[in-house]
């Protein structure tokens, strides 16, 4: 367990962290089947119960559903990188190429965020109503 | 033609827009099978060549490639609502339904979206560095 | 003076103002030539305070200096445009034009837009260093 | 040519590089008279497609037109660095230093972007509708 | 019960909505003290499961804890204006002066926000490094 | 004092200053009793009229007023990180610690603002209008 004072961008290692966070980082070592967690979650680590909700609601909502999990892999992947989060952009193209994205696909995804964000734009500069027909 | 002064949201009708303008809305129209374009493209067409290029580049980008058709506007679509662009969630929900994309499929998109969001903010906020397996 | 409650989108008229408020209108009638002051004037006046500093340091950034009046206004257009802001693209095209600015060069703008924001994704996706030569 | 994995990150050089992406470097190399194509350039050529189509569509968007390739330069920075790309900032100060933008400019210039995001702010808050004046 | 099909926008009252999204506006209405829920949720009761995860997950947040009920919705509300989101600017607003926060907290809220896009646009264009000191 | 080039992310410390930059560092020295400023104004240094003018506004805006000077800091730093800055987040994270803010405070502010992130995304796909009970 750790008393040093916390600050920004530290990680926390397995041996440093709280039961609670050392359960969250066994939990995922053994669902992944990897070694070790990523660097985003030996940060969390800081706030255990942040971490510890954060896992669970992941699982929940990434689990295959009516979407497959490829499918939700480049959803999340395309909204983080749109959203400018480069260290989201490293694990999650990592995680969806472990999903059995190629990379044919993910040049396509990136160029389909380019082009979202290029008519989004043209959403907003030109400012039209949305039509009746896609109201009600 | 018209010669009316152009303004913010302003929609310009068939009968009004130049003819490089009615040529991409009588493109549209036969490709979607739809009877009138959106709101959108009549906005456009206050700058016929914006909304030339943007059509262009729309069906090269969007077309089923390594990614088939109905994933394609699913991360289109997921991009232009966490960029919060209301227009565009409503005319892609649209599009999306028409390749097939079903309510239960937008209703785990939507939680997707919400969820990587939610990541990107704790990776600003930890500030962790890129782990160097996902670096080379 | 009101002593209405005052609730989100409640614009208040000249004659319900303060007169801190009511100063700001008049120098913003005076000085841009305008019978009446936009909504968004009208809106900020809930709170005089911030639409005396707003409208003070608007002037000041914005006055010609080393860039020209027109040369300013389309960056703030465009940084509006591309934060996803209707109304400041509705008043700022308005502006614009105002200072010159064609339709030829909003289509140009607009197009920059759309670009910039995909240069932008794939620096996240791509996640590159910053290169040497560009750091010293 | 190379058949090493491609990971988040990783810059490839040009004697690495696949013909159709060669042919982009050498073409960048000449327009632009430098050396080298800048970190941005060696990360995109993971997937040639996609690097070809944007230098393509940058060349012809930032070609002088309406908007001389300085004002243009300056609307591609300010969109970027309001979007919060930092490697985007470093390249396009860079490159708008090329084109003759100052020292002066630059910093004129970024006070309008927040300048504008202090704006936006206030349209949201306030919720104010589109004035009707500005509208038809 | 429903089985109209469902489009963007389209509220669903509480007569049209399933069970498990009644339970929800049930919940709501009891907990607030309001006769009827906002527009959100009767757009949200389109996916009910959606709905109620988020219903749950917002009762959990936002209870007070280390950071009382107040200080939660100033937060709330402030990243919601900072992101552009007019209706949770609308209805945040709303919350915010029903646990007591004040017309001139507002508007100090509202002018650190803009303060705060303001120095993030200076720390992306001028893209000094985090200090060392600040690190570790 | 420099006639060094000024690039993307140089420092300049103290003695190459010019008067106005090292006027404003000695100010910040004392009013926050730090030996040495942070990275981020001695990038601004390069801008002196802009470093002193941000410098002036922030004090103005987060001085203590109807909001206590630790809940100002919580919403510029919950700004911040909702808008992907990972500079300011280590430094407002700091600045919030002298002002009293507590990892259990830290902890739960993340946690809004991922939750406010998710309920704008509902927003913006839901796409409902603001309620008429909200806007008069």
Redesign the interface.
Known sequence: MTDKP??????IEYDEAVPEARAVFDDIKQKRGVPDV???W???A??P??MK??WE??QQ??AP???DAK??E???L??????????????H??LAKGKGV??????????????????????????????AA???
Chains 1, 2, 3, 4, 5, 6 share one sequence.
Do not use: P, W
């Not at 395309?78 to 694990?91: L, P």
């Not at 995804?109 to 734009?121: F, K, P, R, S, Y």
């Open positions: 916390m600050k920004y961008g530290r990680l990523n660097n985003a030996k940060a969390m800081r706030h119960a942040v909700r954060f609601r992941a909502v990434m559903g009516a979407l499918t939700k480049l959803i999340y395309a909204v983080s990188v749109a959203n400018g989060c480069e260290y989201c952009s490293a694990s193209t990592n190629t990379e044919e696909e993910l040049a396509e995804m990136v160029e389909i965020i380019g082009l979202a964000l290029q008519g989004n734009t043209y959403a907003t500069f030109y400012g039209q109503e949305v039509d896609l109201k009600d």
